[in-house]
């Protein structure tokens, strides 16, 4: 069965400190997709980085960084130099590929809260 | 872009009235949308899988005769809470894929904070 599991509930940080939120998955197929979501307090979810089942390449996007390792099944989210701005709650999801286009659930994490103190 | 609104994006109502809140794509097609519940402090569980122009499928433990989905076009998706009850309130979220695209992106709307009293 496919499982997303984030192991840490709230993370607390002083500003611009470096923060990694974890995220480890289950799935049987060789094929997927994984993702991560931003929650800010307005509830609206802010789509952060879609990242394919064939590409273990990690990215950068400005202060965010993602470390993609299929050996230990895991999607690890890093802010560098955190900001208050920052503080949200951020989920990791896996999507199984439908190559109809139909399906994909997603399955999400538990969220991790993060609250970056000025 | 790929913009999906939600209306309305706060609702109270009296405990056995129902409740219809609708989810839009704005700028593109999307055959398959879908329904998630959030309570607080909690993830977002997917209650059901709504394809425009057939029968919505519905996640175990989800009552479909509770919670009506009708998904008449390609933009427009729709949630019926019937005689809602105080234990359905919750923050209720759509997604839309976007049609043609492969990566199983789910665009998601802003949200629908349902307070039943």
């Known amino acids: 069965a496919q499982k997303v599991t984030q192991a840490q509930t709230e993370i607390s940080v002083v500003e611009k400190e470096d923060v990694t939120l974890d995220c480890v998955y289950e799935t049987r197929d060789t094929t997927y997709y994984l993702f991560w979501y931003k929650q800010p307090p307005s509830g609206e979810l802010v789509f952060l980085i879609r990242r394919n089942s064939f590409d273990e390449q990690n990215e950068i996007s400005g202060r965010y960084s993602w470390n993609f390792q299929k050996s230990t099944s895991s999607f690890n989210f890093t802010i560098t130099a955190s900001q208050v701005v920052d503080s949200a709650v951020y989920f990791c999801a896996l999507s199984e590929v439908e190559w109809d286009n139909q399906g994909g659930k997603l399955i999400f994490g538990q969220g991790t809260e993060l609250s970056v103190k000025p | 872009g790929a913009v999906v609104s939600q209306h309305p994006s706060r609702v109270i109502c009296k405990s056995g009235t129902s409740v219809k809140i609708e989810c839009r794509s704005l700028?593109?097609?999307?055959?398959?949308m879908f329904w998630y519940r959030q309570f607080p402090k909690q993830s977002l569980m997917l209650m059901a899988t709504s394809n425009e122009g057939s029968k919505a499928t519905y996640e175990q433990g989800v009552e479909k005769d509770k919670f009506l989905i009708n998904h008449a076009s390609l933009t427009l998706s729709t949630l019926t809470v019937t005689s809602a009850h105080p234990e359905d309130s919750s923050f209720y979220i759509c997604?839309?894929?976007?049609?043609?695209?492969?990566?199983?992106?789910?665009?998601f709307g802003p949200g629908t904070r349902l307070t039943v009293l």
């Open positions: 997604s839309a894929k976007r049609d043609r695209e492969s990566t199983d992106t789910q665009y």
């Open positions: 700028d593109f097609q999307a055959t398959t």
